[in-house]
């Protein structure tokens, strides 16, 4: 696949430097509340990804920012111009949805070129101007196949090319990758983010795929019932998670049951470790919640005793994942944790031997039981 060295001559002023902001957006559609005070806002030229379960509203509030559906209460506004009361049309959006949704009888330069001949651009520069986006995307000489013709990821592709061509001041992207297979879908990723870098254009990213939206985005805005629980970049939203369910809810995450001792400390795999925010009072049984990389382990020389000291156990599987190698380690009748060493540590406790789980020395987010 051939990379472009820059992107198509365009007045750059249309597509960098504009700020996007989603103020106190509620939606409901009957008794369903899809956003229930979702507030976000975008740094010019910035990628942002939406992530969360089913059901939290990155759909709704995508489609609110576009024009395709209004909010009962609050506004989205573009560089501190209110946007609310416009029609999709006169927004300044580029949409790429899940399902591509060309038009398939027209071939893959027409559809290109479908935005720009609404604006009265001429046939000569709309053909120039589709050649360069479609050579852009990885799409040189097909410019005059039609959908049918294509693959999914070619008509994603096309599909990229056409929200391009209009020249919008944002990007929207709904969930683009998803009905793609892994290698394409890996390709893709990475063309669209190299591409948004060379637009410079502020990009709104819908995914439910975690992978997607960490290797991707300048910041993730993960969602909960139509609320923002997090905005962060990748690194800090993964290391610094600020709530137990962006915590469990972004990679994995072992459980593993805990006693608080004292005012900010708990205790679990015969450890003592500060707690990360709030703490409940003592006594209290928890859930302490650890990253396997955050995990080490001990050789037991016998298999724990009766009264088994807490975070003993028995290794399960072991995971060959190239660099790293992952642990699975059942804690007596608790639960299974996971635990990710260096390869060449990780030989070192082969399936079937006894192992002491061992925390590392770092502040840690808890929950209550139950």
Do not use: W
């Not at 005059?144 to 693959?151: A, D, E, M, N, V």
């Not at 070192?348 to 039981?369: H, I, M, T």
């Amino acid at each position: 696949m051939s990379v472009i060295a820059s992107a198509p001559t365009q007045d750059a002023a249309s597509t960098r430097g504009v700020s996007l902001e989603l103020s106190g957006l509620y939606r409901s559609f009957g008794p369903t509340h899809a956003l229930a005070g979702f507030d976000l806002a975008l740094a010019p030229g910035e990628l942002v990804a939406m992530l969360g379960p089913s059901g939290c509203g990155k759909t709704t509030a995508l489609r609110i920012v576009a024009g395709f559906d209004r909010p009962d209460r609050g506004g989205v506004s573009l560089d501190g111009v209110d946007l609310t009361p416009l029609p999709a049309n006169k927004r300044d959006m580029g949409m790429v949805f899940q399902s591509y949704s060309l038009f398939p009888h027209l071939t893959a330069g027409q559809n290109v070129g479908y935005g720009p001949r609404l604006r009265k651009v001429s046939g000569t520069e709309r053909d120039k101007q589709a050649a360069e986006l479609l050579e852009l995307v990885g799409m040189s000489g097909m410019a005059g196949r039609y959908p049918h013709q294509l693959s999914g990821g070619q008509q994603q592709r096309v599909a990229l090319a056409r929200a391009l061509a209009v020249r919008p001041k944002v990007l929207l992207l709904d969930e683009p990758l998803s009905a793609l297979d892994a290698k394409v879908r890996l390709q893709l990723r990475d063309e669209i983010r190299r591409i948004q870098q060379e637009f410079g254009i502020t990009t709104l990213f819908v995914t439910h795929d975690q992978e997607e939206a960490l290797s991707m985005a300048d910041r993730v805005a993960v969602m909960r019932a139509g609320r923002l629980e997090q905005c962060a970049a990748p690194a800090e939203l993964y290391d610094r998670p600020t709530t137990a369910f962006v915590a469990q809810f972004v990679g994995t995450m072992n459980h593993l049951p805990g006693r608080i001792i004292d005012a900010g400390k708990v205790r679990v795999a015969d450890r003592e470790l500060a707690v990360d925010g709030a703490c409940p009072a003592a006594g209290t049984e928890v859930k302490v919640l650890l990253r396997p990389e955050n995990l080490d382990l001990e050789a037991l020389a016998e298999a724990p005793g009766t009264a088994d000291l807490p975070g003993e156990g028995q290794v399960l599987l072991a995971t060959f994942l190239g660099a790293t190698t992952r642990l699975t380690v059942r804690l007596g009748e608790g639960p299974e944790v996971k635990a990710d060493l260096p390869s060449h540590r990780g030989a070192e406790f082969p399936v079937g031997s006894f192992v002491r789980v061992v925390p590392a020395p770092r502040p840690v987010l808890v929950v209550e039981e139950g």
